[in-house]
């Protein structure tokens, strides 16, 4: 039992190293699980990773979206009056990803 965790933590710190911290004990047990086909629980990765003296970086989260400004905005011309009289005289799409200038 000893040496089956002392293996575990060489294979824990050789995985934190490799990924330069970002690994926690939850994906840490997911992808050495997946590895070594065995199932061991969170808590014992939880307790080798605080025996030594690893934790994750947390990483900042990115910002999702920045409002356009005044001059981007284009002209609302149908304004929502979306009945034609014939075919293909009224098209409309979104262009909120249309990236121009």
């Known amino acids: 039992m000893e040496l089956e965790i002392r293996a575990l933590a060489k294979e824990v710190k050789l995985r934190y190293d490799k990924r330069k911290g970002i690994l926690g004990y ?29 934790k994750a970086v947390i990483r900042r989260k990115r ?3 920045v409002k356009a400004t005044e001059i981007h905005v284009a002209e609302n011309v149908m304004n929502r009056n979306f009945d034609a009289n014939s075919p293909n005289s009224k098209w409309c799409t979104d262009v909120t990803e249309l990236k121009y200038g």
Not at 33 to 38: A, D, G, I, M, P
Request: charged fraction near 35%; include cysteine.
């Open 26 to 54: 939850r994906q840490m047990r997911t992808q050495l699980n997946r590895k070594l086909k065995k199932k061991y629980n969170k808590k014992r990765y939880y307790r080798i990773m605080c025996a030594l003296g690893l």
């Open 63 to 65: 910002a999702s979206y």
